[in-house]
Nanobody, 119 residues
Framework: QVQLQESGPGLVKPSQTLSLTCAVSGGSITTSYYDWSWIRQPPGKGLEWMGVIAYDGSTYYSPSLKSRTSISRDTSTNQFSLQLSSVTPEDTALYYC???????????WGKGTLVTVSS
């Protein structure tokens, strides 16, 4: 059973960088052909896909967030991370990490972590 767990600060000040980590257990982040995504949901709004790091380490980002987003991984600890720079209150959201299978489905999700951007 694959499990994902998000962690990171729950409060970030405007203009700072939001940093979150997703710890994965029950499966390796280097296993073909699974990819590992970050998705967020602002209060009262729908899900927004932010970006993905593939099993081979390649990354892809949402065009609307590409200039501020970076996703990386640590294969030694089986974790992957999100950095979102220059945050504003509009970046306040529930942030999820998820696994995408080779059919394109997000088959495993973390429980999500709330990040509030406020001074």
């Amino acid at each position: 059973q694959v499990q994902l767990q998000e962690s990171g600060p729950g409060l970030v000040k405007p203009s700072q960088t939001l940093s979150l980590t997703c710890a994965v257990s029950g499966g390796s982040i280097t296993t073909s052909y699974y990819d590992w995504s970050w998705i967020r949901q602002p209060p009262g709004k729908g899900l927004e896909w932010m970006g993905v790091i593939a099993y081979d380490g390649s990354t892809y980002y949402s065009p609307s967030l590409k200039s501020r987003t970076s996703i990386s991984r640590d294969t030694s600890t089986n974790q992957f991370s999100l950095q979102l720079s220059s945050v504003t209150p509009e970046d306040t959201a529930l942030y999820y990490c998820a696994r995408k299978d080779d059919y394109g489905y997000m088959d495993y999700w973390g429980k999500g972590t709330l990040v509030t951007v406020s001074s």
